[in-house]
């Protein structure tokens, strides 16, 4: 069985628990405080957290819009798809859940996308933040919309120079 490894980050919008095996992120989501002292953080961290840290970090200071760092996100077959879509959503970009749906071939799934989106366990690299209403409406977010507003205002203002588009 493959080792587990939990790490936290504190980025400017709040804390992130980020769980590893020897070379996959596996989750990568906000934490409240509360928790924290629940949490068991690894004595010994991987490098593949290492790098998802120093990635994180350069996505919040603006030097970076991609994020290479391995991840392995347990799911559906579904779900798989749905993030494989997300995870192509260019920085700076937004989809509408219906248009995520007409991009995965069928726009009668716009539910299940949308839940599929919710079940999202890596937060920014797989950029659910980045799907919005139908009419480009700050909607759900697992972790908070002033947290997604945050992101997307984040990468507009890199990307385009725009101070607020919510």
């Known amino acids: 069985m493959a080792s587990t490894y939990i790490q936290i980050y504190h980025s400017p919008i709040g804390i992130i628990k980020i769980v590893a095996d020897e070379f996959c992120i596996e989750e990568l989501v906000f934490i409240e405080d509360a928790p924290l002292n629940q949490l068991t953080i690894s004595n010994t961290t991987p490098e593949v957290i290492n790098q998802c840290i120093d990635e994180l970090i350069e996505y919040f200071a603006g030097k970076?819009?991609?994020?290479?760092?391995?991840?392995?996100?347990?799911?559906?077959?579904?779900?798989?798809?749905?993030?494989?879509?997300?995870?192509?959503?260019?920085?700076?970009?937004?989809?509408?859940y219906g248009e995520l749906a007409k991009k995965m071939g069928d726009p009668n799934l716009v539910r299940a996308a949308a839940s599929a989106n919710g079940k999202n366990k890596i937060a920014i690299i797989v950029p659910c933040h980045r799907i919005v209403g139908a009419d480009r409406s700050l909607v759900g977010y697992a972790w908070g919309k002033a947290r997604k507003k945050w992101l997307l205002q984040h990468e507009f203002r890199l990307e385009l120079g725009v101070q607020t588009l919510f």
Do not use: C, D, H, M
């Open 64 to 96: 970076r819009k991609y994020f290479s760092v391995a991840i392995n996100q347990a799911g559906t077959e579904f779900q798989q798809k749905v993030w494989k879509e997300l995870y192509e959503v260019p920085f700076s970009k937004t989809l509408s």
